[in-house]
């Protein structure tokens, strides 16, 4: 059973481009979760998808959107790429019913902006 | 949700029992307490989640007290491969509905020969 993965494993683009990482979730799960962590600090929540729609946003701007599939796999896409977005960018999957805060995260996404 | 504070960083030595602390001050009724662990250049991955008294898997045990204020996360036995940041969430849990984790620093865990 394949976990959660994440493609591509590493990326460099310039400032002002655009970005687009995906995710597949684990079997069985339908919700999707994406998270960007900077050097050193935790993993801080972007958005959330279920059903095809985004179901909750962190405080993220809007050049951060995404997208959710019917086979549950998932994109985030980023546009006009400041270096600040220079980070690892994890996808976590879940089941919505589970009633459980346990969340299975892919090996993440390391975007460098320059 | 609710504030957590731990420790930035704790060392230990191989085969020792290490005890995390959490502090959780304003932790609500329906809030349950989540440990996760984290690689480098890899996901967080769940580690043990409890509501009250003490809950034990095959990793780890968790800790609570009465109050519900802190928590402890204890790792009998550590070997050097439990080096890793580990991070104390509290989230309430409700089928159904968007659960997003909310992460702080975490705790650096450097366990030495």
């Known amino acids: 059973d394949a976990g959660v993965t994440q493609s591509p494993t590493h990326l460099i683009k310039t400032r002002g481009q655009q970005v687009t990482l995906r995710c597949s979730p684990k079997?069985?799960?339908?919700?999707v979760s994406w998270y960007q962590q900077a050097l050193g600090q935790g993993p801080q929540f972007i958005f959330q998808y279920y059903e095809e729609e985004e179901r909750q946003r962190g405080n993220f701007p809007d050049r951060f959107s995404g997208h959710q599939f019917p086979n549950y796999s998932s994109e985030l896409n980023v546009n006009a790429l400041l270096l600040g977005d220079s980070a690892l960018y994890l996808c976590?999957?879940?089941?919505?019913?589970?009633?459980?805060?346990?969340?299975?995260f892919g090996p993440g996404t390391r975007l460098t902006v320059l | 949700l609710a504030k957590t504070t731990q420790p930035i960083s704790m060392d230990s030595y191989e085969g020792q029992e290490v005890n995390i602390t959490c502090s959780h001050n304003n932790i609500a009724t329906n809030d349950y307490i989540t440990w996760y662990q984290q690689f480098p250049s890899q996901g967080p991955r769940f580690i043990i989640q409890?509501?009250?008294t003490k809950v034990t898997n095959e990793v780890a045990s968790l800790f609570i007290p009465a109050d519900r204020k802190s928590s402890t996360l204890s790792l009998p036995r550590v070997s050097l491969s439990d080096t890793a940041v580990y991070y104390c969430l509290v989230a309430p849990i409700s089928s159904g509905s968007a659960r997003q984790l909310t992460f702080g620093s975490g705790t650096q865990l450097t366990v030495l020969p």
């Open positions: 409890g509501y009250k």
């Open positions: 976590a999957s879940s089941l919505d019913r589970g009633g459980y805060n346990e969340q299975f």
């Open positions: 079997s069985g799960h339908d919700t």
